[in-house]
């Protein structure tokens, strides 16, 4: 009986496992055995170097809707099945997608405004973020993106 639970369950399910982990590490940045971070990016237009992390964690949950300045901020998000978004939510803003995801839903239902911008890409973050004025998102480290500006998180 136990041998038998091992050839159905047991082994498909550890050989399942470590052929996604090869395969997620296979197409991102991997470094000396760590991956590199997400890093939140900026259009030109932002005038702000950094943020902290509860700033971060109100821009990307739709609680702050204006830049210092005044200027309205366009948050910028990978779709919920891209795994640079999980890990963009995990490591960077501390949440999970179900939450992050249940406050937009909120926001969006109360009437407040309108939902982030969803793109499909990394490519696509880049283009919609350097093309909108005031615009925030995300892109993997070890990406190029000369035309956005890399923010630091105090």
Known sequence: MRKQFLTLYAFPLV????????????????????????????????HTDSLTLGDLRAI????????????????????????????????????????????????IYAGIGLGPVVVNTQEEMLKVVSSTPDAIGYVEGGLPYEQVIALKIR
């Open 15 to 46: 050989a399942a496992l470590l052929w996604s982990e090869g395969a997620y590490a296979e197409h991102h940045s991997v470094k000396n055995g760590h991956r590199d971070p997400p890093h939140v990016i900026v259009n030109p237009s932002v």
């Open 60 to 107: 990307f949950s739709l609680r702050a809707r204006q830049w210092p300045g005044g200027a309205k901020i366009t948050v910028v998000s990978l779709n919920d099945a891209n795994p640079v978004h999980r890990t963009f939510l995990v490591n960077t803003l501390k949440m999970l997608p179900h939450q992050l995801r249940r406050q937009w839903d909120r926001y």
